[in-house]
């Protein structure tokens, strides 16, 4: 009975689409990029839980500029396939960003209103700059206008999980990043 319902599990999991090697590649070359921009300057990485919990801690390690860390846990509202532009923030930063560089640390872009909304409002706390860095980038999948500073892998327009990203809350330790097969 256990056995089924494990091997259940693992048949959803229908291809790897990037290995281990390929993230922490990946991760070594951008995060070295953005120590090279910041150049000495202190940052602060903002990570959106909890999809982008795995990706904060490769990533952070791989920047050697001053780096404090931060995390914020939210929800988007629509109205029918427009987003309202408020953003119900469940768990906030606890420090005053005004001052710092800014850099939040995400999953992934879809739709990219998550990360609009979020980029919006962390504006008006008048941070000294703002900058993207995602994992994943899913361009066809786009409603809203944005793009992020750096982006890791940009893929077409599958569902994936591993490596941070869930369905229904599973599989987000998966040390790989896998297609979603239901
Ligand atoms: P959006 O850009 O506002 O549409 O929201 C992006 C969020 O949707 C991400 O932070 C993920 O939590 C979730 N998401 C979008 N695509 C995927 C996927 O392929 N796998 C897992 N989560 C996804
Ligand atoms: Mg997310």
């Given amino acids: 009975m256990r056995e089924a319902k494990i091997q259940e599990f693992n048949k959803k999991i229908k291809r790897v689409v990037i290995t281990e090697e390929q993230i922490k590649a990946r991760i070594k070359e951008v995060g070295k990029q953005i120590s090279d921009s910041y150049d000495g300057r202190p940052v ?7 999809g982008a919990f795995v990706f904060m801690a490769d990533m952070c390690r791989a920047i050697s500029v001053p780096c404090e860390i931060g995390f914020m846990c939210a929800k988007s509202y629509y109205q029918g396939t427009v987003s309202t532009g408020i953003v119900n923030i469940t768990l906030d930063l606890d420090q005053d ?60 327009d599958f569902f994936v999980i ?11 330790n998966l040390p790989y990043i896998a297609e979603y097969q239901e």
């Fill in 97 to 156: 960003i005004s001052g710092y560089h800014v850099i939040i640390v995400e999953d992934i872009i879809d739709t990219g209103r998550t990360l609009k909304d979020i980029v919006n409002l962390l504006k008006t706390r008048n941070p000294l700059s703002i900058r993207v860095v995602t994992l994943l980038d899913k361009p066809d999948r786009r409603v809203v206008d944005f793009k992020a500073d750096y982006t890791l892998f940009t893929i077409p």
């Fill in 44 to 50: 602060l990485l903002v990570s959106v839980l909890k």
């Fill in 162 to 172: 591993g490596y941070g990203l869930d369905s229904a809350e599973y599989y987000r």
